[in-house]
């Protein structure tokens, strides 16, 4: 069993994407470096674990501060 993993969490593309309201211009030039992370990963067979939050198609289950 691998000692060691790298997990991405919930890199949403509303943060990456300037028209986007949820944009943060810094957040785009981490995209590369992610991308790169990720592939020297696969490449040494280190798991890549993406973790993503999925929400109704409603909002009944978005946390509260991000409700509204």
Do not use: F, W
Not at 28 to 45: G, M, N, S, Y
């Amino acid at each position: 069993m691998p000692k060691q993993a790298l997990i991405m969490n919930h890199r949403q593309r509303g943060l990456h994407d300037r028209p986007s309201p949820l944009s943060i211009p810094p957040a785009e030039a981490t995209v590369p470096a992610c991308a790169a992370l990720i592939d020297r990963c696969h490449k040494a067979v280190v798991p890549v674990i993406y973790a993503v939050r999925h929400y109704r198609a409603d909002g009944t289950d978005v946390e509260k501060p991000r409700a509204a």
